[in-house]
Antibody, heavy 122, light 113 residues
């Protein structure tokens, strides 16, 4: 079964750090670009970052650029999001999502995890 | 950034009737040399992640019932549910993946009348 499972969320104070992980299974992980998307409580979707299958040159939303770092370890079939200098407005459910077609960074997101909640509050 | 607008904000349709959701991008989401539109549609039910319905504006994702269809060109796109079923109650989002940052529309809530 194709599956993505996020972990690493939690409660953190403003200015703090968290590292999210996304464990992939059921597909050839290294062949697919991956994304992080977040959803604040009661709000819509906000794309956060994307990375190609080989792990080169991630892309970021301006709202997180310079604070978040996306990476992947294809030997472990795992995606990461290192989040530093967290702000109250980063509070959201963070999803990892797989691009539908192999070797394309740009495409629909066909597999999503259940999400991991990040709460930034003092 | 490409801004995605959706209309209506919400709609209520009788079971078996057609539901139509519109999405407009602030600029083109295709290359002039291609007739491919970098546009996807998602369905999200409460407590669940979004589910991909349509990509490339009109390609149905695997396992998606054929009552869901996507169409459009230029900057105007439509998601049609040809015969609304009870399980289609959800929020629907469009998304462009033409340029970074990928952006989503604000969502359209679909209910049963």
């Amino acid at each position: 079964e194709v599956q993505l499972v996020e972990s690493g969320g939690g409660l953190v104070e403003p200015g703090g750090s968290l590292r999210l992980s996304c464990a992939a299974s059921g597909f050839t992980f290294s062949s697919y670009a991956m994304n992080w998307v977040r959803q604040a409580p009661g709000k819509g979707q906000e794309w956060v970052s994307a990375i190609n299958g080989t792990g080169g040159s991630p892309f970021y939303a301006d709202s997180v650029k310079g604070r978040f770092t996306m990476s992947r370890d294809n030997s472990k079939n795992t995606l990461y999001l290192q989040m530093n200098s967290l702000r109250v407005e980063d509070t959201a459910l963070y999803y990892c999502a797989k691009v539908v077609e192999q070797h394309l960074v740009r495409g629909g997101f066909d597999i999503w995890g259940q999400g991991t909640m990040v709460t930034v509050s003092s | 950034d490409i801004v995605m607008a959706q209309s209506p904000d919400s709609l209520a349709v009788s079971l078996g009737e057609r539901a139509t959701i519109n999405c407009k991008s602030s600029q083109s989401v295709s290359y002039s040399s291609s007739n491919r539109y970098y546009l996807a549609w998602y369905q999200q039910k409460p407590g669940q992640p979004p589910k991909l319905l349509i990509y490339w504006a009109s390609t149905r994702a695997s396992g998606v019932p054929d009552r869901f269809s996507g169409s459009g060109s230029g900057t105007d796109f439509t998601l049609t549910i040809s015969s609304l079923q009870a399980e289609d109650v959800a929020v629907y989002y469009c998304q462009q993946y033409y340029s970074i940052p990928f952006t989503f529309g604000p969502g359209t809530k679909v209910d049963i009348k």
